[in-house]
């Protein structure tokens, strides 16, 4: 498996099924309220997870995600007083990066410049199909577009080779594929391979040799 970092090997992009068709179509996504995470949500939040996803994330990393900690951005999509949808995302300097993502920036902007990482985006089965993903990715974005948040050159994810319903929901939201992982995720005993996906904002750009 690439890496050291926990969240870099195991982070996920969205389950497969989120392009399903809804069992539950909402009546408007005005009536979803998005808010961040809070410790209460752990216990909702885990069992949502270990729904959702095949990685099995470590007890601490929801109590991280939860404690309204200011280096995750962690979104929830709520309807009904019931969490739907989420997005859990960081900010950290291009030097923290692990080796095999430090090629997403040309050399000529890694200095000073910060990167955005999607840990994780799921939405409940039921609710699929109705722009809850979007809605989360798009809260994120437009966080990093404040002039605040210039130094943020770029956004990118880890996926499954075989997870094609993520795979197309980042591609027809401009993501582009970067580079192939090979085994570089660990599920179930088993070794899986990887992409990583990356969109360029506030004008970043790719080394020129991609």
């Known amino acids: 498996m690439a890496g050291t970092n926990w969240y870099q090997n195991n982070g996920c992009g969205i389950t497969s099924e989120l392009l399903c068709e809804p069992k539950v179509p909402l009546y408007s996504l005005a009536d979803v309220q998005l808010r961040f995470?809070?410790?209460?949500?752990l216990d909702e939040v885990r069992a949502l997870c270990q729904d959702w996803f095949p990685i099995e994330y470590p007890y601490y990393w929801y109590e991280e995600i939860t404690s309204n900690n200011s280096r995750f951005f962690a979104l929830a999509a709520v309807?009904?007083?019931?969490?739907?949808?989420?997005i859990v995302a960081e900010i950290k300097p291009y030097d923290k990066l692990n080796p095999e993502d430090t090629a997403i920036l040309a050399k000529s902007l890694r200095n000073?410049?910060?990167?955005?990482?999607?840990?994780?985006?799921?939405?409940?089965?039921?609710?699929?199909?109705?722009g809850i993903a979007s809605l989360l990715l798009d809260s994120f974005l437009r966080n990093l577009t404040t002039p605040e948040k210039k130094k943020v050159k770029a956004v990118f994810l880890h996926v499954l080779t075989s997870n094609s319903a993520a795979i197309m929901f980042y591609e027809a939201r401009r993501f582009q594929l970067h580079s192939f992982l090979p085994y570089y995720y660990a599920i179930k005993g088993r070794c899986k391979d990887g992409f990583t996906y990356v969109l360029y904002i506030n004008g970043g750009y790719p080394p020129r040799n991609l």
Request: proline share 3%; hydrophobic share 30%; with cysteine.
């Open 79 to 86: 309807y009904n007083r019931t969490i739907i949808g989420l």
């Open 112 to 130: 000073n410049s910060h990167i955005g990482y999607i840990l994780s985006l799921g939405v409940a089965k039921e609710y699929r199909r109705n």
């Open 37 to 41: 995470l809070c410790p209460n949500d």
